[in-house]
């Protein structure tokens, strides 16, 4: 076996086992087990046994590794004589140190018996001095003492002597608290000696606290004292083992009463500005910050609810009802403040300094854990300032679209209903970007307990308020317009109804102003939520979101397309109300020969004028359709399209001219077939059109109702030929209007006892008349 199997680090655990045992206490300690299994390892143990390590040395190894092993042993020895006499030299430093320090310690040493023996002689000498001292000294000292007590004796019979007239100097200078110790000092003397030697001075001085008990009495109830100076009058009192207890029921009236003086007021809350939010919000804790007459009124408030815990221990439950009562006053109060138009800079400030005083009564009356119960107070009023903002939203709205309605009904301004609808948008859109910005405010202050704790409420509320105030302006627009209450189907409705309050262009706005806030306000206010009102979910998701833009959207889209129909029909109403007056109030079987257009036609005209005025307001200009169709669809019955069939019906006698408008009346079952009403678009001319439409349909049922002779018919004839032209300037589908001023004149000839027409040559001529006399 080779050298090879001996780690490489056998010297050094040699060595340090070598040196390990060296400087061992106790080499007795290793286990003698360890000598019955010996190895080559056990060299450094104290039971190695040459014998048999060299047996076992020459067993394991050959000769080539017994001269490598003697080789190794020969150069340890060497090294480790070399250690122990390094050994040595380094001990025998530590030796020669030791002897020298010992050396002086005996030097220093001789002599010290003699100068001990020395100092116990002098010790000796002064304690017998001081004896001597202190025996020669014993009496006077004793007889000093006994001076010295018999002074303060009669210190104490001085100061008894003069108590009562102590305690009047004390209560003509109101000194109540020196009174109450001066006397409360003198009780054990009195109740040791009071019968005997000092009768006069007892009872000098009971008369002069009885007046003490009195004053303090007095001031205890008086209104003018404040809450502090009455808690220390009853703290005095109940030194002096007065009854207070039994003053206790009306001291807390006092107390409650007090209340009145301690609650903010309204004019308080008005006069709350910003520049004080701020200030309280960098330094409410430095003396830089002026203390307000409300906020020392609470502080003394706060002391009086201190002082009263320790008078009455058991008044707990009254204390805390009282500074709830305080808190819940203070919220009331801002309740109703924010009912009125204000910010929420000025509700925060309001809230601060609420907080303030919650924090200030919480010092002094823990358990009345006032900052929950503020807290459920504040959400009544933080969401009545929520719900108020909204509701001065809508008035703001209500009163810009309203502007309409104020100027007088005859009076046509230049593009007043424009400006009306511009400065409802801006009250929609701005107002609505206005709030959401008023509220934000309420999310960014960090430093107010109060807000903080009702974040996620605040953003729900948010969100639930813009749903409710686009419902609410949904109505509002359906109040505003009059469709609750002109809604009747009844064609013969009366100029006296309600619609007649309520101007058509005020309804055209509305309408205008519904496809707005569907368009660009709620896409608006829904990125606004998303971006600074999100989170939420207080109220639970099982309820579903609290603001719905698509509902709203389609609300409001609906809206509009009501409201442009109401509009319609309004319009329609107006001009049907004048065509049944034209057309009940003469006597179409006596009428005389047409001699010019008849004046019904001018205010028709005119009512058409004016829709197309607000309809250029109000409404964009749509792609131009003009419907037309050639002559050959035309109308059979005018005078114009086909001059050789009235030179006919001129000619024939009255049953030619009936069996003609037979034929007439049978041909348009075969005419090309036109599409009379159509869906009302948001544009000038869709309105207009529509309108039109609507006018001369009932046109022909009022035609339908009357009978008609000869002249009748013909100024019938003649009305409607004037009107074809401007009624396709001002409409949009010439070939809708075409046809139904061709039923009107249809309808005439059936309801005519001899309907024969007038002659083109006549008729163009009254057509003349009156276009030169209009101009």
Known sequence: MGTDDVPLDDKAKRMRDLLSSFYSPDPSTTSDASSKYATLDAI????????????????????????????????????????????????????????????????????????????????????????????????????????????NLLRKVQFIYDLPARLGKCIKSESYADAVRFYTGAMPIFKAYGDTSFQDC????????????????????????????????????????????TLKAKLLEKLEQSLGDVQLKPEDLDSVSVESNDASKQGADSDSVPVTAHEASVREFAEAIRAYRVIFPDSEMQLIKLAQDLIRKHLETTEQHVKKRTSSANLLSVLRIIWRDVLLMDDVLH???????????????????????????LQDISEAVMKV????????????????????????????MDVLLDFRHLLEDDDLGLVVKLRDLVIDWVQEGFHDFFRSLDQRFQMLSGRNNSLS??????????SDKVLPGLVLVLAQLSIFIEQTVIPRITEEIAASFSGGGVRGYENGPAFVPGVICRIF???????????????????????????????????????????????????????????????????????????????????????????????????????????????????????????VEFTQESVVTTIVKLCLKSLQEFV??????????????????????????????????????????????ERCLDPIPLEPPILDKLIQAKLAKSK
């Not at 358990?367 to 108020?388: G, H, M, T």
């Open 405 to 432: 309605n104020s100027r007088p009904k005859d009076e046509v301004e230049e593009y007043s209903l424009q400006a009306a609808l511009e400065a409802s948008k801006k009250a929609v859109l701005q107002g609505s």
């Open 44 to 151: 450094n143990t104290a039971s190695f046994d040459p014998d048999q390590y060299m047996n076992l040395l020459v067993q394991k190894s050959n000769l080539e590794g017994l001269l490598q092993r003697h080789v190794e042993m020969a150069a340890e020895i060497k090294n480790l004589d070399t250690d122990l006499q390094m050994l040595v030299y380094e001990n025998y430093n530590k030796f020669i140190s030791a002897t020298d320090a010992i050396k002086r310690m005996k030097s220093n040493i001789v002599g010290m018996e003699t100068n001990m023996e020395q100092l116990l002689d002098k010790i000796m000498s002064v304690q017998s001095r001081s004896d001597g001292v202190n025996t020669s000294l014993f009496e006077k000292r004793e007889h000093i003492e006994k001076l010295h007590r018999t002074r």
């Open 202 to 245: 007892k009872r000098a001085s009971e008369e002069a606290v009885a007046m003490v008990v009195k004053n303090l009495q007095g001031k205890l109830f008086s209104d003018s004292e404040s809450i502090q100076a009455r808690a220390e009058a009853a703290v005095l009192l109940k030194q002096l083992d007065f009854p207070v207890e």
């Open 489 to 498: 189907h009844d064609p013969n409705l009366t100029e006296g109804s309600h």
């Open 557 to 679: 889209h609906s809206a509009g397309e009501k409201l442009l129909h109401h509009y319609n029909k309004m319009r329609t109403q107006r001009i049907s109300i004048l065509l049944r007056k034209r057309f009940t109030t003469p006597n179409w079987i006596k009428h005389k020969e047409p001699r010019e257009v008849h004046m019904f036609v001018d205010l028709f005209l005119q009512e058409l004028e004016v829709i197309g005025k607000e309809a250029k307001q109000i409404l964009p200009q749509g792609h131009l359709r003009k419907h037309r169709r050639s002559d050959s669809n035309g109308s059979t019955t005018s005078s114009r399209s086909n001059p050789l069939r009235d030179d006919k019906m001129s000619k024939s006698n009255t049953q030619r001219a009936r069996s003609q408008l037979l034929e007439t009346h049978l041909a348009k079952l075969f005419k090309q077939k036109v599409e009379i009403f159509t869906k």
């Open 367 to 393: 358990e009345a854990v006032l900052p929950d119960f503020s807290l459920e107070a504040a959400q009544i009023a933080v969401k009545e300032y929520i719900i108020s903002t909204f509701s001065h939203l």
């Open 704 to 749: 339908r109702l009357q009978t008609f002779n000869r002249s009748g018919f013909q100024q019938i004839q003649l009305d409607i030929q004037f009107l074809r032209t401007p009624l396709k300037e001002t409409a949009e589908d010439e070939a809708a209007i075409d046809f139904l001023l061709d039923e009107v004149i249809v309808a005439a000839s």
